[in-house]
C-alpha cells in the first residue's frame, strides 16, 4: 500500500544474545555437575529444575497470555501416572517414558480446553481447580493405576544402577529447566509471542489487529499443559513412587504461584530467581516446623509490598536490564 | 464492497441495529451521524465481529462473513479502531503496530517490521516508537488506535469517533492523513460528532436513529433534510453535536 519509508536506512529489530549464552554456560556447567556433587544434592537439584519448568509454564499463562490456572496440578499428576503406567504395563524404559507423560498431559489438555476456555477469569481458575479434582478422584478409585496406595517404579528400576538412574534423572531435569526457558522465550520473541502478548492485554483488539485469540490460547495451554507434564514425570521419577492424593494436591498451584509471584510474573528471569529463593527458604528453614510455612507467607506479603512486581522485576525496573529481553526494540540502521 | 443486507442485532426488545441495508463502494468515504445510542457503535460491531448479527447478512468483498470470526474479517481487510482506544497496555508502539503487520496485514519479517513502522510513522507516533503504549497520552491513544487498523493493511476502514477531543488543528492534521489513506484506495467509514468535519471529507452521509437509517446521500443534502434537524432539535447541527 506505501512506498518503503526511505530506502537508504532500514528498520532493525534487535536480537540480543545475553540469554541464550546465559542458557549455554548454565547448561555446561550444570550438566557436569554429577562429577561433583553427591546424590542428596543431585536429588534437591531435580527438584530446583523440575519447579522452574512448572513455574515457566504457568507464567507463560498467567504472565504472557492472561490466564490464571490453579490447576497444573492436574498436569502434573497426568505426566506422572503417564509416565509411570507405559514403564509399568508396557514395559518401556522409564527414562524415555517421561515424554510419553508430557504428550499424555498435552492431549488432555487439548480435551480440557474445549470446556475451560468456555470459563473466564475467576471461573476459569475455579474450572481448572475442577479438572484436578476429577483426576484425583479418577485414579484414587481405578485399581488399574494402584487406586489409593499409588504405584511405585522400583520393579522396573531394579536392574538400573542408582548412578545410572540419579544421573539420568538429573540431566532430564535440567534439559527440562533449559529447554522450557529457551522454548518460551524463542517463542515470545517470534510473531507468535506477540500475539500472546496481546491476548493477555486485550482479546477484542487482539482480533482486530488479525490474532486468531482462541488458536493462540489453545497453542498455549497446551504447551503449558506439555511441560507441566514433563515435570510432573520427572518429580515422580525422582521420587520413585505416585500416590494420587500427592500428585493431584492444589498445593502444587500454590506453590508454583508462590515462586513466580515471588521471582517476578511476566519475565523470563521471573521463574529462575524464585525457584531458587523457594527453593533456598525451604532447606534453611525445613527444621523449624510450621515456622517455615509463616515465613513463606511473610516473604510473599513483603515482596508484595516491597517489590509487587517480584524480584526480578524489581531489579530489571531499577537497573533497567533483562537477561532475556522479550520486548522488540526497533531502531533505523544506517547504511554501511 | 462492502453490503448489508437487512441486518438486525437486539438486546432484548432494544433494536440497536434494525434491519439495516447499506452498500459501501471501494474507495467511497461514508460519514456515519446519529443521537448517543442510537446503534452507530453496534452497526461497527456487528460488521467487524465483535458482535453477532441476530439475522441478516454481511457481505465483505464479494464474501458472506455474517458468521466470520472478527481476526477472519481482518484479515479480509476491514480494519477498525475502537470509540474508547483499548491499546496493548503491555507492548511497544511499535510491537502494536507490528501485531498488525503480521497477522492482519499477513506479512513477516522485514516486510512487517517496515509496514508496522511506516504506519506508526504516518499517524505521528514515530518518537513514541519504542515506548509502552500504557505511556501515550489519551490522544496518542486514538492515534494508535489508527495506527493498529493501518497496519492490517486493510480495504476499509471503520474509525469510531477518532477525532473526538482533538483540536481544530489537529483535526485537519487528521484529515490530510485520512485523505492519504483514501488516495491509496482505501475506503473508509467514519462515526463522528464534529459534524463539519466530517460532511467536509466524506462523499455521502448516512444519519441512524433507534438503529435505523433514516437518511442517506450527499452530505449538503442530508443535512438539509427535516428529520435530521428534528433530531437535533433544531439546534445548530455542530453546537447539538
Redesign the interface.
Known sequence: MYDALTQSAVWRVKTPKSGLVAIALAAIVLALAPVAIGPGSLRLLVEVFTMIALAQAWNLLAGYTGFVSVGQQAFIGIGAYGMFAVALKMGLNPFSSVLVGGIVAAVIGAFAALALFRLRGPYFAIGTWVLAELFRIFFINTQYFGGASGLTLARVLRGIPRDVRLNTTYWLALALALGSTLLIYLLLRSRFGLAVRTVRDNEASAESAGVNVWGTKFMVFVLASFITGCAGAILYLNTMFVGANAAFSVKWSALIIFVVIIGGIGTIEGPIVGALVYFTLREYLSDFGTWYIITFGLVAIAAMIVAPQGIWGYVAGRFKYHLFPVEAEISKDLPR | MLELKNLTKAYGALRVVDDMTLEIAQGETLGIIGPNGAGKTSLFSVI???VAADSGEIRFCGQDVTRR???ER??AGL??T?QVP???????V???A???A?????L?G?A????A??AV??TGLLRH??EPCSSLTLLDRKRMELT??L???PKMLLLDEIGGGLTDHEIHELIDILNQIRD?G?SIVWIEHIVHALTSFVDRLIVINFGRKIADGNPKEVMALPEVHEIYMGVDIDDAA
Do not use: I
Not at chain 2, 483499548?86 to 511497544?92: A, E, K, S, V
Not at chain 2, 503480521?102 to 499477513?106: D, E, I, L
Not at chain 2, 512487517?112 to 509496514?115: I, L, P, R
Open positions: 467487524a465481529g465483535q470470526p472478527p481476526f481482518c484479515k480494519g477498525r475502537f483499548r491499546p496493548f497496555h503491555g507492548m511497544t511499535f510491537e502494536s507490528h501485531v498488525a503480521s497477522f492482519g496485514a499477513g513477516s522485514q512487517a517490521s517496515d509496514f513502522a511506516q510513522e504516518r516508537l519504542n493498529r487498523a497496519a492490517t493493511n491509496s482505501v
